[in-house]
């Protein structure tokens, strides 16, 4: 996606010799708080929607979020932990896993939201 891959260009500029040494400083542990001060006001932007910014509020915190796993992903990559690849694979894969009734063809089919919580407290637990 482009847009994705122009925020990633970002963030490497960012990281990168010559970008940003606050940046540059920071790792994986350094931005675990910021990370949760983030999804509390994305929280908080969708309970507020009804506000005069509310959509742009959205968007706004939902893109911090965005930005700030990225990042830490990035950082990852750098130190040599993990990739961001490895971050994206991983959460499908645990979704694909979470969800048989729609990518396992043998799966079981589930008419209702109600029956997909309680076939997914089955497989969880």
């Known amino acids: 996606m482009q847009s994705y891959d122009h925020l990633l260009d970002t963030l490497r500029t960012l990281l990168s010799p010559g970008g940003c040494p606050w940046d540059a400083e920071q790792g994986v542990r350094s931005m675990a708080r910021y990370l949760i001060e983030e999804a509390y006001e994305f929280y908080e932007a969708v309970v507020d929607e009804s506000s005069p910014r509310g959509a742009e509020r959205v968007v706004e915190e939902l ?5 700030l796993t990225s990042f830490i992903g990035l950082l990852a990559e750098r130190d040599g932990t993990f990739t961001l690849a490895d971050v994206c694979d991983r959460a499908a894969e645990k979704m694909r896993r ?7 063809p043998r799966g079981p089919k589930l008419d209702d939201a109600e029956a997909v919580i309680r076939n997914w407290e089955r497989v969880n637990h």
């Open 98 to 104: 979470r969800h048989p009734h729609v990518f396992d």
């Open 63 to 67: 893109g911090d979020v965005l930005y």
